[in-house]
């Protein structure tokens, strides 16, 4: 399937959970929550959905209940989003110009 499609089916299938307990970015998806309830409540809406639609998570990239993920070269937790330290390295070494 092309990304764009990919993209789209995403969109119509989770458009009631995108961006208020869900982040979605091509085929990397976050679900995020305030309380550990919530996020029970949200995963289990998350899973139903993807049952529903006959798709399915991979298991060996897949983390669930974390309190801080990498997201698209960023480090994600509850209280902030920085850049991955391993990302900033190549700059720090750099020689100055």
């Known amino acids: ?3 764009s499609a ?4 995403i969109r119509r299938i989770f ?3 995108l961006y208020q307990n869900l982040f979605s970015y091509l085929n990397d998806m976050a679900v995020y ?3 550990c309830e919530e996020h029970l409540a ?4 998350f899973f139903l959905r993807l049952r529903k ?6 298991i060996l ?4 209940a974390k309190q801080e993920i990498k997201l698209l070269q960023f480090i994600t937790t509850g209280d902030e989003v920085k850049p991955d ?3 900033l390295e190549a700059i720090e070494i750099m020689p100055r110009p």
């Open 85 to 87: 330290p391993r990302k």
């Open 33 to 35: 929550s305030v309380t």
């Open 61 to 64: 990239i897949s983390h669930l």
């Open 53 to 58: 639609n006959n798709l399915a998570l991979s």
């Open 6 to 9: 990919f993209v789209r089916m």
């Open 1 to 3: 399937m092309a990304p």
């Open 42 to 45: 949200v995963l289990g809406k």
């Open 15 to 17: 458009h009631l959970l």
